[in-house]
């Protein structure tokens, strides 16, 4: 546990995380269209309006950060708060550690399902050299693009800031299902 984690966080944010990423498919999951084209959209973009793009499949180029509670996207360019949690579809998981109850798996013995939306993912050779390339290091930065189905989650007004999440660590964030690695580039 996170020192300064109160334990009713950690249950509260335990909850959150098995209430939006569901490990097995339920009963009636939502079949996205067969040759659905993705959005192209900037990170800047995505951050202006989220809603307009939740359960959209998208594609997107940004830095990707990967180390101890922490994978997610970034742009530089774009200022203010805003964070995408990501997360591999298919079976594989990144292996990212943070509190309550994540572990480092690298399968799932179910493709990912959030919201009722299966997600599958493409495990080519681009997305291996992505997956070595953001666990190289204990913080790990690449430029990618990535192709995934896109989570704004819930609106949440906080005393400091409001924002959308309920997924990641501690329910920081938006969601980016990862379902392909378009292209990645090492960032020294």
């Not at 189905?149 to 660590?169: K, L, Q, T, V, W």
Request: charged share 20%; with cysteine.
């Amino acid at each position: 546990m996170k020192p300064g984690c109160p334990f009713w966080m950690v249950l509260l944010i335990s909850f959150v995380v098995l209430a939006a990423i569901q490990t097995h498919a339920p009963v009636k999951s939502i079949q996205q269209p067969k040759n659905e084209q993705p959005i192209k959209v900037s990170y800047c973009e995505l951050k202006k309006d989220p809603v307009a793009y939740n359960h959209k499949l998208v594609e997107i180029t940004a830095f990707v950060s990967h180390g101890f509670e922490d994978f997610t996207l970034f742009d530089p360019t774009c200022s203010g708060y805003f964070d995408v949690w990501l997360e591999y579809g298919g079976t594989s998981v990144s292996g990212t550690m943070y509190c309550c109850g994540v572990t480092s798996a690298r399968s799932r013995p179910e493709k990912l399902v959030v919201e009722n939306i299966p997600i599958d993912l493409v495990a080519d050779e681009r997305f291996k050299e992505f997956d070595d390339l953001i666990r190289r290091g204990p913080d790990s930065i690449v430029r990618a693009t990535v192709m995934g189905r896109f989570f704004a989650g819930e609106y949440i007004e906080a005393p400091r800031r409001s924002f959308y999440g309920g997924y990641g660590h501690a329910g920081c964030c938006s969601l980016l299902a990862i379902q392909q690695v378009v292209s990645v580039e090492r960032v020294p």
